[in-house]
């Protein structure tokens, strides 16, 4: 059984840093694309980064030269270092693998606020 756990998730001023974590356990991890989404209060969910099991990485504009997606496949953990937050950020982020259907982790609350 897939499980996804994220982790990292806290209050942080504008301009700010954060690392998100999310741990996954139930499949060959290193086989697999990982993605970062979040949910805004009153929002769709929205794709935040992408990363292949080869590295590639792919972002939604609005994060681009702000965030970077990482995985550590020694340690079944995909990361998202986020940098320069705007309050415009603040969700909740969930991971996420497709495998024989989507899988979602529970999700980690930022909010950027002074």
Request: with cysteine; aromatic share 10%; glycine share 10%.
């Amino acid at each position: 059984q897939v499980q996804l756990v994220e982790s990292g998730g806290c209050l942080v001023q504008p301009g700010g840093s954060l690392r998100l974590s999310c741990t996954a356990s139930g499949l060959i991890f290193s086989t697999y694309a990982m993605r970062w989404y979040r949910q805004a209060p009153g929002k769709q969910r929205e794709f935040v980064a992408l990363i292949t099991e080869g590295m590639i990485t792919n972002y939604v504009e609005a994060v681009k030269g702000r965030f970077t997606i990482s995985r550590d496949n020694a340690k079944n953990t995909m990361y998202l270092q986020m940098d320069s937050l705007k309050p415009e950020d603040t969700a909740v982020y969930y991971c996420a693998v497709l495998t024989k259907g989507i899988y979602w982790g529970q999700g980690t609350q930022v909010t950027v606020s002074s």
